[in-house]
């Protein structure tokens, strides 16, 4: 599994692949609100990294270099458990200086072992009651 910058010939495929995952993971959401065009509004100005495997696109990260802040980890459901997700964020912690931070949602239970297990730790629980998330911290 190769870690490289995305250009935007790979576009296309991160914008499936950002739908795809998001409808498999957040099950509390209308399924039909979520669009493809979702990907642009919410990577805008962003640092993108993809995990990629023969020549297919497994999953994406998208950074705020300047903040150390990971602002978007997805994999593709069909490459869910291979990991993809491990290797993207091994390669976000690489490209930023600690401490890094990143918000889960509250309701993502996976996604929140995840990265307890990957060493990282819950500061504070912030937003709206069908909105909250998690901050959480590496250092």
């Known amino acids: 599994m190769d870690i490289r910058v995305a250009t935007a010939l790979d576009y296309p495929n991160l914008r499936r692949i950002y739908l795809e995952s998001r409808r498999e ?12 065009e979702d990907f642009d509004k919410h990577t805008e100005g962003e640092y ?3 995990a990629e495997e023969d020549n297919h696109i497994l999953g994406f990260a ?3 270099l300047s903040e150390n802040f990971i602002h978007n980890l ?3 459901p069909e ?6 997700g491990r290797q993207l964020l091994h390669a976000s912690i690489e490209k ?3 401490p890094l931070r990143l918000k889960c949602v509250s309701k993502n239970q996976k996604a929140l072992k995840f990265y307890e297990n990957m060493g990282w730790k819950k500061v504070i629980e ?3 009651l069908e909105e909250k ?3 959480m911290i590496y250092d």
């Open 74 to 76: 997805f994999v593709h």
């Open 96 to 98: 930023m200086n600690t």
């Open 79 to 84: 490459f869910f458990g291979k990991g993809a």
């Open 25 to 36: 993971s957040f099950h509390w959401l209308d399924r039909n609100e979520m669009t493809v």
């Open 48 to 50: 993108i990294i993809l």
């Open 133 to 135: 998330y998690w901050v």
């Open 126 to 128: 912030e937003g709206e």
């Open 62 to 64: 998208s950074l705020y």
